[in-house]
């Protein structure tokens, strides 16, 4: 059976009514955290896995899926007609968004976004669908070294390779490891690091730390901020509808969004935002009308909306083939999986096809039903734009605690939800990247495990790890990708004193 | 908000000198800890203790790289911030900890959330924590009954719901 | 010549693409050369609530 098959058989299970509610309650609620600021789809994942313990598991992780993609489409509502972007994706999308709005042409810039964010949610899922089979074969014959490779891999371009300081990039990643260490040690049963809490012998909850790096370490530093501006709703005035010049205009920076943001996103490279910058880059240097941009180019935010949801598709792609996340809300989503005992890999698509293929043909479903829900019904979220940071913001931290809370009614867990939550402030103001230490909390305990089974297998023997061609060259760009940036770092220091003036490197 | 050329700041920053002490310390700890484990590597060498001890040495030299870091000031600026307003967060949280199991999740949360609101503006604790608590009651309301959350209950959950 | 020079300036794109969305992660404007390499105005960018 081909891929095509296998997704006719996934949309059978998608479209079931069960399925079809659970992913309208993730559309709509990715939406509505897409909008507001300060929450994003990482954390509302975070905070839904206890609510969802009991809940079916498919139906669960369609409506985590939802979210992932709702949050992109959302994102840009804020963006363009406030100013601020809902999601860090969204940014580039205020630039000439906003603009268009105080033009009065808010309605074609919300148009372009949710247009362009369909057509690049729908290009990529269908990649993700006809891609993943050929990825599984190959990652079936992968044993414990080449996973070890791989995750190698994904620790140094997470921390280090794509930030822009290796050093609190690697620091980040080496803090979430050391908390991987806390607990039984999953071979001997032995204690680690636990110094006699019984609290801690189970280890550290990843969602507790998701939401306390998201949900609480986020307030704090937003409340900490001075000088803050009067935010001010842009009115949709005119017609929402583009007219036949957008587009014209609108089309091909749509599908340079999409192919320019699904590799990225399915890179190992934390995040949906540097497609959009570089999408923005290009539709610049493309246009037909430079003078606009910074004026408010339609161009300028088709691309990166198109950008963005197409590496939302793209992180998926490691994601379920795998079992590896490439972004903090992938991993998020990897303790989902978890959470209901799936390991998602080679090995879910051949024990699991139903769920596998019934996630990715809901894809397609949620992305349909984000179509309506942001076009026609744009005005409801518009409302959600005025609720008042002081009533959002106590929201998100009774629901942060509730979440916690539910999955474990113990002061102990709450403490470690303020501890996390004010190391989550600190390394904000230091400038500290926060997804590599929710990686390193997740993936450590993976990797030290194929670690182990394969020295075990080869008697501990270490060469073993560099014996196989895949462990060998996954290990080998993991080296490149750790080195090579430090030297581009350190040479671009001493040009930078030299080419002051150019904009050329 | 901006970042100034790093060139600029070539200034000894205490700070970041603290934050690798503390690096240094929790390599420190998970090297008293892996010292204590029992290494049952078996054949592989590679036991409980081995992984954390790598660990601890990488964090050992992230340290020193930050104690590099900070004596030529290579750390981006921190933007000022305004302090009384996150204590005041930071407040919530530990009085709904402190709480919770005494006055039931609708009261300590109706502290955190009039605590939050507070940082951000809203002054008047007369007005939110009334509302924080109703709100928070109604979420408790709808979770535990109805989710089957296990949210603990305190005197005004019991009266309203005497069967929690 | 120009093919070299085309993929410089991809590369250049790439790294300040990466290097600005790091800084945007963490609620921080870009460096201004990075701006200047992607195409985006400095105090367009500054006018957007992070």
Redesign the interface.
Known sequence: MGAFDFLLQGLATAAEPMMLLYALIGVTLGTAVGVLPGIGPALTVALLL??TY?LDAAGSLIMFAGIYYGGMYGGSTT?IL????GE?AS??T??EG??MARKGRGGPALATAAIGSFIAGLIATLLLAFLAPSIVKVALVFGPREYFALMVLAFVTVSAA????A?RG??SL??G??LA?VGI?Q??G?A??S?GVPELLDGIEVTTMAVAMFA?GE???I????NV?A?EVTAVKGSIWMSRADWARSWKPWLRGTFLGFPIGAMP?G?A??G???S??TE??LTKHPEE??EGAIEGVAGPEAANNASAAGTLVPLLTLGLPTSATAAIMLAGFQQFGLQPGPLLFATNPTLVWGLIASLLIANAMLLVLNLPMIGLWVKLLTVP???L???I???A??GT??AN?S?FE??M??AF??LG?VM????Y???PIVVGLILGPMA?QQ??RA??I???DWTTLVQSPIAAVLLGIAALALIVPLI?RARG?GQ??SQLAG??? | MTSP???NQRRRDT??LV?AAG?AV?AG??LW??AR??D??????????S??RV??F??LG?SL??VI?ALKG???E??????P??L???A???A???L??VTG?SIA?GV???F???????TNLAM?LPI?IV??FA?WAV?SQL??????AGPLEHLLFPGA | MTVLRSI??VF?????????????????VPAT?DL??????KD??R????
């Open positions: 206890p609510v009991r963006s406030l100013n601020t972007p860090s940014i580039i205020a630039l906003n603009k794509f930030g822009d300081s050093l690697l620091t080496f803090l490891l050391a260490c040690d071979l001997t032995q680690r690091l110094f609480v307030a704090l530093f409340a900490g901020q001075r501006q935010d490279a995040g935002e540097i959009t910058f570089l923005y880059a610049k240097k941009f910074g940071k002081p009533w913001y106590a929201g931290l009774l629901f605690t509730l809370i539910g009614p002061s709450l403490g939800l303020l939550g004010v402030y904000r103001l230091f400038g990247p926060i997804a030290e670690l182990r020295l075990s080869s008697q501990g581009l220091k930078v004193l904009d050329e490197d | 050329e790093p060139q700070a970041a934050v690096l929790i700890v998970m800890d892996s484990l029992a049952l590597g078996g054949y592989s060498g590679v036991g409980p203790a992984v954390p660990v601890a990488g964090l992230l790289w930050t870091a290579d750390f981006p921190r933007p000022a911030q305004n302090v307003p996150v005041w967060i930071i919530g949280l530990a709904q900890l402190l919770l199991h999740f949360t955190l959330f009039a939050t609101a507070r940082a951000f503006g809203k939110t924080g709100f928070a979420v979770f989710l089957m959350l296990h949210l603990p | 410089r300036s250049s794109t790439l790294r300040a693409a990466v290097h600005a969305a790091s800084a945007v992660e963490m609620h921080r050369r200047n390499t992607l195409g985006i105005d367009a960018f006018a957007i609530h992070l």
